[in-house]
Structure formats: structure tokens, C-alpha cells
């Protein structure tokens, strides 16, 4: 698998369990809103389908389809995850968002959801980063160590995205104030993880260079 075609389906993956988790979501405010008879009508299917395509995406990654084959199977699955989102965003707006709307917590969820996605999209492009981004996790050892970058962008993107999956699909379901608590608690777990393990592999990266300590 080539550079490009591996950073597609790694994308594709990622971009079907942000559908999955918002999937998960709106399936648990509908039994939790509308009764479980009602949420079961239909809409589990796409939640099945699309963990299917994410179970099918990883199958591909292990064994990638011929060159010449790639750029279609991309986008032939691109198009059909593309469905399988606003089928599901279709079908929970108009089940859950009339019985919904009137409930003082409804706005503030949805503001939430947001939130959350940001987080794991954030975390999704962590890894991508160049050692020295104004957007990376910038503290004096992963700047003067690119092992300690790596390790420190590895971590913190592994922790932003699954977290912020985790919270995406249960955001829907809880309190708004235990929402927003999930989440700053994410970001703390987060930087701290990466401060850790960076720190760790700047001590052991042989060619690091200065002191490991803030400069301005």
C-alpha cells in the first residue's frame, strides 16, 4: 500500500467511528426519549452497518487491494460512509429532535457534541503534525528531541480521539454538567499523558539536545 492510499484508509477508519460514535449517541437519546420500541425501529441497522465498515476498513489495511484498484474502492466507500451519516443524522433528527426541542437541555447537548468531535478530530491530526508546529504540544524537551515529540503527539492524539469518541457517543445521555466536566477531565488526562511520556523519551533519546528545561 502506497503512502497515499494507506493515509485514505486510515482517514476512512477514523471518519467511520466519529459516524459510529455519533450513531451510538443519538441511538441512546432515543431509548432514553422515545422508548426503546421506537428507537429500535430501523435505526440500529446503520449502527450495525457502519461498525461493518469500520470492521471492513481495518480488513483492508491488512490486506490493501491493488494500485490500480485503490482510488475507486476509496471512493466508492467514502460515498457509501457518506450515506450511512446522513442517513443516520436524518432519521434522529426527525425522531429525536420534535420530542426533544422543548427540553431545557437539548441546546447545551448539542453545543456539547460539538465539543466533542473537535476533540476528536483534534486528536485524529495530532500525529500528522511536524516536529516545531505552532499547533503541536510545544514544551522545551519535545522541541529540542524529535523522539519526545513523536511519543508526546502519539499519545496525546491517541488520547483526544478515543476519549473524545467515548464522550461523542454517551454526550447524548448524560447531564450537560458531567459532559463538560468528561471533557475538561479528557484534556487534562491528555497533556498530562504527553508530558509523561515525552519527558520519559527525551531522557532516553540519544541524540536530544539541550537541557530539557522552558526557555523562553
Given at each position: 500500500?502506497?503512502?497515499?492510499?494507506?493515509?485514505?484508509?486510515?482517514?476512512?477508519?477514523?471518519?467511520?467511528?466519529?459516524?459510529?460514535?455519533?450513531?451510538?449517541?443519538?441511538l441512546?437519546?432515543?431509548?432514553?426519549?422515545?422508548g426503546?420500541d421506537?428507537?429500535?425501529?430501523?435505526?440500529?441497522?446503520?449502527?450495525?452497518?457502519t461498525?461493518?465498515?469500520?470492521?471492513?476498513?481495518?480488513?483492508?489495511?491488512?490486506?490493501?487491494p491493488?494500485?490500480?484498484?485503490?482510488?475507486?474502492?476509496?471512493?466508492?466507500?467514502?460515498?457509501?460512509?457518506?450515506?450511512?451519516?446522513?442517513?443516520?443524522?436524518?432519521?434522529?433528527?426527525?425522531?429525536?429532535?420534535?420530542?426533544?426541542?422543548?427540553?431545557?437541555?437539548?441546546?447545551?447537548?448539542?453545543?456539547f457534541?460539538?465539543?466533542?468531535?473537535?476533540?476528536?478530530?483534534?486528536?485524529?491530526?495530532?500525529?500528522?503534525?511536524?516536529?516545531?508546529?505552532?499547533?503541536?504540544?510545544?514544551?522545551?524537551?519535545?522541541?529540542?528531541?524529535?523522539?519526545?515529540?513523536?511519543?508526546?503527539?502519539?499519545?496525546?492524539?491517541?488520547?483526544?480521539?478515543?476519549?473524545?469518541?467515548?464522550?461523542?457517543?454517551?454526550?447524548?445521555?448524560?447531564?450537560?454538567?458531567?459532559?463538560?466536566?468528561?471533557?475538561?477531565?479528557?484534556?487534562?488526562?491528555?497533556?498530562?499523558?504527553?508530558?509523561?511520556?515525552?519527558?520519559?523519551?527525551?531522557?532516553?533519546?540519544?541524540?536530544?539536545?539541550?537541557?530539557?528545561?522552558?526557555?523562553?
Amino acid at each position: 500500500m502506497t503512502d497515499t492510499a494507506y493515509r485514505h484508509s486510515a482517514f476512512l477508519e477514523k471518519a467511520g467511528l466519529v459516524v459510529l460514535a455519533v450513531e451510538v449517541a443519538i441511538l441512546g437519546a432515543l431509548i432514553a426519549t422515545t422508548g426503546f420500541d421506537r428507537a429500535s425501529q430501523g435505526y440500529p441497522i446503520l449502527v450495525v452497518a457502519t461498525a461493518m465498515f469500520v470492521a471492513g476498513q481495518r480488513r483492508l489495511a491488512v490486506w490493501p487491494p491493488n494500485r490500480g484498484a485503490a482510488q475507486w474502492i476509496f471512493a466508492s466507500r467514502a460515498a457509501a460512509l457518506t450515506m450511512l451519516a446522513l442517513g443516520a443524522l436524518a432519521i434522529g433528527f426527525y425522531r429525536l429532535v420534535p420530542d426533544t426541542a422543548p427540553a431545557p437541555g437539548f441546546v447545551p447537548r448539542g453545543l456539547f457534541a460539538v465539543m466533542w468531535l473537535i476533540l476528536a478530530l483534534k486528536g485524529a491530526a495530532m500525529g500528522k503534525l511536524k516536529p516545531g508546529s505552532a499547533m503541536g504540544f510545544c514544551v522545551s524537551w519535545t522541541r529540542h528531541s524529535r523522539l519526545a515529540w513523536e511519543r508526546a503527539h502519539r499519545v496525546l492524539g491517541r488520547v483526544l480521539f478515543w476519549c473524545g469518541l467515548l464522550g461523542l457517543a454517551i454526550n447524548l445521555v448524560v447531564t450537560p454538567l458531567v459532559s463538560i466536566a468528561m471533557w475538561a477531565g479528557t484534556v487534562v488526562l491528555a497533556v498530562t499523558a504527553a508530558l509523561i511520556e515525552s519527558r520519559r523519551a527525551w531522557h532516553r533519546d540519544p541524540e536530544r539536545s539541550g537541557d530539557g528545561h522552558a526557555t523562553s
